[in-house]
């Protein structure tokens, strides 16, 4: 560790600590540990934080978990509500354990509901923490080598996420969920030769028999957290391995990392958020209700309530469903095909996955990228990338806004078939648009960047040459500023090798290089470079005077024009 | 590309600028001022101490608000005392130890090296010497038997584990049940009646008045085994609707009553109970992915993401003036699958 | 807060608090609920008071006899309950061509409405506005209610009636603010979209269930806000909006160096 760190004069420490100290050195090698991991160093930034709120969400949806399992029975035995028991509007009604437990601790156990809605606030929380996080990193690139394989975990992780709220919803057994599995029974019946099969398998037997819920159970307090569980572990053991990304500055390189110690500053700071997520989300159970089973009422398969939607992250796959027109059920041979199922709850989604989950490697093969990355990515600086993100995302809107059309339907007073229509338009054009969009934002942001550093800032101060001339006085950058806006390297398109040799043999290998280079193409050929010291020294050579022209070659503006 | 490893800490070229180093520290207030550390400290100590003083208050909640007795207000104040106890105390706790760290810790930042991650060549041929090694004295290469016993054993081995699993999972298999509804019959063999949902009152064609709609399971089915699952499928809503706009095709004829007709109350989507019946219209919208049915057309799809009619119940009136299905469904209700046509 | 509170546990506080609640709801519905009694045995006065009512602003869509025009349907027979539900909810007169009549300020008051709803009713027989009694919720079972709600309302309605889309701009509105009696007669006379449950599909003491149900939602919520009880997009937008947003803002605050 090269960093200098004042320590204090060796202070004296009480005989009691020491011991303690000796006795974990001895047994487990403690003073190892601490010289290793004590001062590791973590860059300082905001956006590095919603990992952890994903994190502690996860933390905090354990501990109120623990709490639930010690009043809910995980059961679809029909039993009466008591007729003493609140709320009223359930006493005495039939219903099935696991949804008459969850509605008497909510009411009859002090702390059940505030316990029920910090748990279900976590639980949005997290799966919401875990998407902005992804966000994060991919468009400041943090997936690069060498972590891709960190990226899969997340990505991973995120997929959990959305199984542990599946089942953790379902759980007590209410109209509304009840409706999302029986839902989910007619995805799965869709599956083309197996999926009555998987309906049976799923439900025990036919929908909705009484093994969903205990099965569920398993599945939503073991399966599930064990499996995140340990990949959480894996997931910040590789953080710790390679080390945080940092975003560029003066100092920063791809060979350090510049922040703060372990202990005592992070420790401080990541052990003082943890505390802050668990405080809002427990204000927010405090005081805004959410999935007030006992509103919806025990399940039966006859009853639906308007607004039958599952919670946001399952929302897109809703949206798909609605979106689907109808027509695309074929029955070939006898035997029934539903596309209206089949593509919006199976090959969307798996599309939009696979898409998300291999892009490091797209990106890779595209670069022919061979070194680390440890510096992020401004995400102006990655037009293509940034642009790609964008719109899968609004992919993502658009489908998650189709699932809420009723709602939309209502509180703007437009007709739901008119909306749906928008959608399905919005859902093909949307996304090229954004893409558009914002590539030329990008794009025109570096054009700024260039400016600035070229020109430096206004200063808003205007003066008069004796020619009568007027020029507005720009403040140049200082280095530790410029820095910021040119430390990123110019990228260009693969150049490939001909497809054959002076001799006329063809290349092996030459297909493979092709579509590299189209791809690399796609990502780069549209491009604004940063400056160059010679762009620089030139524009100071028209002394100050009259901006220097980048003449722009095609899109590419850049040094090797000059 | 070279422009991986740039060592930015090189000079500068034509091509790129130097990395001009880290830029100075700022100090803080609390740096120079021993007054305003002091102050810093105190707002820390503050923090801690609101989040103390909330714990106990939200304790204090929670014998306050007793929630054993029948009084939907205590619930309210308990969950919102202990809840904001609860969350001042981490707030506090959290805000304190922040505050600490940023403004009364050191804060000048520290450099570490990174290394890469690909092990050097010399590391790189050891490691690759070392598994030759044990593989060669474990003997693998040149017992291919070996290697495929040792390989089918490890496939096979989970199968004890797998083939129990599945192969209970799905209870019978009989996946034919989705062919059949209690509408068939009842258990003794007799009719099944209509009756209502869910206060299971058989129903008289006279008491569906014309732009009425009744939502209908088979009488008694709730005193029946598999309860549940026999709703889930049997499910009908019955409409009156003026005869004369009724499109009926020659076959189904005899399946209406004086414009009273009988649809499973399935979507033949994905399952959910399409009941929103607009009685000007005569269309039924599903709540769930807004399929549209036009009751007067044998509940033909206008909108949406469903393909197939809801299936027809076939009804008639006994002696008495009760409704009763004459048979069950001719084709299975609710969702397509696979094997439907066959 | 502990003396209540300790007062609150007392044995005879339910039946105080029943006591309270009984005559409170009880002087309301004398005041503001119609009685069917004075609905059936209207006068005279009352009848051409209507007649004349129902002329200056209803005729021009409903024909001067009452019997529909091409913009609006006949209403000889439609009963009492259905023109009073209209009037009252200012749902009639209708005033532009939307998807369904809104339902806005009353422009007749609840005299007026009674006196055109008994001309009608003297045209045809029809269903009757219900009587005080029919429609208080104190003595209907909510539990029973509930029920019945869910499996006949709750699809439009939404699980504790706040509304919900029907198709081409239509919607089932929210019943927050809905009267017991207006609750009833839409129950009974299907307005618009909505069918018709009559006393057959659910019977009288079925229908004051509902209402019991329907009035025991406008207690305060045990968990907090409400947000609407539109469901889980709701509360989607408000992790985003309230948690995510501070949290962010925390972070924010966390990763910015001190002054």
Redesign the interface.
Known sequence: ??????VPQQRKTSPTVAAGADFLDTRVGASKMVKEFA???FPDHWSFLLGEIALFSFVILILSGIFLTMFFVPSMTEVHYPE????VTMQGLEMSEAFASTVYM??????G??MR??HHWAALMFVGAMTVHMMRVFFTGAFRR?RELNWLVGFTLLILGLAAGFSGYSLPDDVLSG?GL??A???L?????????G????F??????TDIIPRLFTVHILLVPGLILALIAVHLFLIVW??HTQFPG????????????LF??YT??A?????????????M???MSINNVWNYGPY?????????QPDWYMLFL?GA?????????Y?IG?????L??LV?GVVIPGILFTLLALFPFIEGFA????????VLDRPRNAPVRTASGVAILSVFFVLVAAGS??LIATHFHLS??AI?WAFRVLFFVLPVVTFIVTKRICLSLQRKDRELVLHGHETGRVVRFASGEYIEVHRPLD??E??VL??H????P?EIPAEEDSAGVRRPGHRRDRLRQSLSRFFYEDRVEPV???ELAAAHAHDEHDAVDARPARETIG?QSH | ?S???????EP????????????HH?P???DDDPRAAKRSERQVVALFTVSILATIGGIVG?F?????????????M???????G?????????????H????L???H??????H??RGDDATRERAVEMLQEGAADSGIARRPVLKGALGTALALAPLSFVVPL?GN?????N?S??RHTAWAGTPDGGPRYLA????DRR??A??????????V?PYRLPEEE?Y??E???A?VIV?RVDPSILKEPEERRGWSYDGIVAYS?VCT?????V???????H?V?C??????FDITDQAK?V??????PLPQLPIAVDDEGYLYAQQDFDEPV????????? | ??AL?AR??HRLA?VILMALALLFTGVVYAAIAPSAAQADTASADDLTEGERLFITNCSTCHGLDAEGTPEAPSLIGVGAASVHFQIVTGRMPMDANSPQAEAKPPQLDEEQAQQVAAYIASLGPGPSIPSAEQVDPTLGDAAAGG??FR??CA??HNAVGAG?A??EG?Y?PALYESTPTEIYEAMLT?P???????D??LTEE?KRDVIAYLIEQR??????LSLGSLGPVSEGLWVFVVGMGVLICAAV??G????
């Open positions: 560790m090269s960093a200098r760190t004042e001062r590791k160093i003493d028991a609140l709320p909510s009411y009859h156990v002090p702390g509901l505030l809605q910090i060498p409706n029986r839902i029974d007619g995805v019946r869709a599956i083309p030769l197996i999926g009555s099969y309906s049976y398998m799923l025990g037997g036919e929908f909705p028999g390679h080390k003066p100092g920063r390189t791809d060979r350090n990392v510049v922040g703060y110690p005592p500053v401080a700071k052990g003082g958020f943890f505390f802050i997520v668990f405080g809002v989300l427990a204000v159970g405090a005081t039966d398969p006859s009853i639906v309530g308007a607004g039958a809703e469903l609605r979106l689907m027109p109808g027509q695309t059920e029955v006898g035997f029934t095909l539903s209206n199922i919006p670069t022919k990228d061979t070194g680390e990355h440890h059309n009723d739901l078939n749906t280095e530790h410029r820095w040119v430390a390297g110019p990228r260009r693969l160059t010291p010679a040094t | 590309m422009e991986e490893h740039n060592e930015l800490t500068a070229t034509a091509e790129s600028f130097e990395n001009p180093g880290l830029g700022r803080r207030l609390g929670y306050a608000f007793p929630v054993a007795e029948p009084d939907a207000g205590n619930v309210r308990s969950t919102l005392v202990l809840g904001l609860l969350g001042l105390g981490m707030l506090g706790i959290g805000a304190a130890a922040v600490w760290a940023k403004s810790m050191n804060d930042e520290k450099v570490e090296e990174r890469e991650q599945v999972l799905g209870a019978d298999w996946v049940k989705f209502t949902d869910p206060t129903i008289k006279s008491d569906i008045t014309r732009g009425s709609m009744v939502h399971m598999h549940l699952e709703k889930a499928k499910v409409i109350k989507h994905v399952g959910c109970p009941a929103l019946y607009e009685q000007q219209t269309h919208l709540p769930c992915h807004q399929s549209t799809v909108f949406g993401p469903a393909k197939r609710g969702p397509s699958y696979w094997e439907r046509e066959r | 807060m502990k509170a609150r546990r339910p029920a019945l499996t006949n699809m439009c919900g029907l198709t239509k089932a299907g618009q979209s909505m069918p018709v449950f009559n057959a599909t079925d207690e305060p919520n045990p968990g907090g605050w966390i910015s160096r001190s002054s």
